[in-house]
């Protein structure tokens, strides 16, 4: 609730300063970078965790911050994407939803504001779990075999739900190039 009022309290107080429709369209074009940023990320941390977890090699901090910045680069993926829920151009508080079946009933208000946020919050859950692994006191093998299941849930969640552009609700893979 606290992170609603703040988003709220920034809304309004930059709001007036800032061209709201330049200020949308720059936080898609970062949110859509990061998707990016975040993808490779995992990548590399889907591989670290394999290679360490069947080459049993010993857990060194290398892994443990390639794992942190693609938290990091998740967490505020997710930020920018809640904004974007709230208040972007089609966010809860800036369109006129008669109710919840309205939103059900539209495929396009249907992905971005129930499907796509849902499921991107739990792969965020998934890559922080796998973060967490890597302060757990356990053997070196299990940290890297949890942390690679949870990396590998993260990004069959996030392939399976990102706009990509042969899907029926789509987004350009690069927008404003």
Do not use: C
């Amino acid at each position: 609730m606290l992170f609603y009022l703040w988003i709220w309290l920034v809304y309004i107080t930059f709001g007036k300063i800032i061209n709201h429709q330049i200020m949308q369209t720059g936080l898609v074009h970062l949110h859509n970078l990061l998707r990016w940023v975040i993808l490779i990320l995992l990548l590399v941390s889907i591989f670290k965790s394999y290679t360490g977890w069947k080459s049993g090699r010993q857990f060194v901090p290398g892994d443990k911050k390639i794992w942190l910045f693609t938290m990091i680069a998740s967490h505020i993926t997710l930020l920018l994407g809640l904004y974007q829920w709230a208040f972007g151009r089609m966010g809860m508080f800036s369109t006129d939803y008669e109710s919840v079946g309205a939103i059900m009933k539209d495929k396009v208000s249907r992905f971005f504001l129930v499907e796509h946020p849902t499921l991107m919050i739990l792969a965020i859950v998934f890559i922080t779990l796998g973060h967490g692994m890597a302060k757990k006191a356990v053997a070196d093998e299990v940290k890297y075999k949890k942390a690679f299941r949870y990396f590998i849930i993260a990004l069959l969640l996030i392939l399976a739900v990102v706009p990509w552009p042969f899907r029926e609700v789509a987004r350009p893979l690069f927008p404003g190039m």
